[in-house]
């Protein structure tokens, strides 16, 4: 059976790349590592955290790809030259992603006591009105003509 989408209504005509973000988020957020916290900032302003204890500032990369954030962190313990008696510090390669929407951008990103902060704004988009000319079938047929007799 087909899925049934709330964006397939015929009045929401070019929305359908808003799906396949959706889409896109649904698929990165199975993952768990490392935690995360979104919080709200200011009314235009988020930051995301995220715990990556362990890792030095040279071990992680934040990226932007077309309206889609991307944190990887490569481990810095993927040697295996250490011996473990017992691990419960996790510590191993991720790539966490995050679907932006229009108009979010990334101000910054820094790190502190284990923390990666990245400061998200929302750009304030303006009202745009824009009116069309309605041409009648007169008007056409006289362009029509003026044309010909050109």
Sequence with gaps: MARMS???SPLLLGFEHIEQMI???NKSSAEGYPPYNIEQI?????????????????????????????????????????????????????????????????????????????ELKRKTIESKVKEIKINSEDDNISAQKKISLD
């Design 6 to 8: 709330v964006f397939s």
């Design 23 to 25: 889409d896109r988020a």
């Design 42 to 118: 200011g009314q235009n302003a988020l930051r995301i955290t995220l715990a990556v204890a362990g890792f030095s500032e040279n071990d992680l990369a934040v990226t932007v790809e077309d309206n889609q954030l991307y944190i990887r962190g490569k481990s810095p313990n993927s040697s295996g030259e250490k011996v473990y008696l017992h691990r419960g510090i996790a510590s191993r390669n991720f790539t966490r992603s995050f679907v932006l929407a229009e108009g979010i951008e990334v101000n910054s990103a820094q790190q502190e006591n284990g923390l990666l902060h990245i």
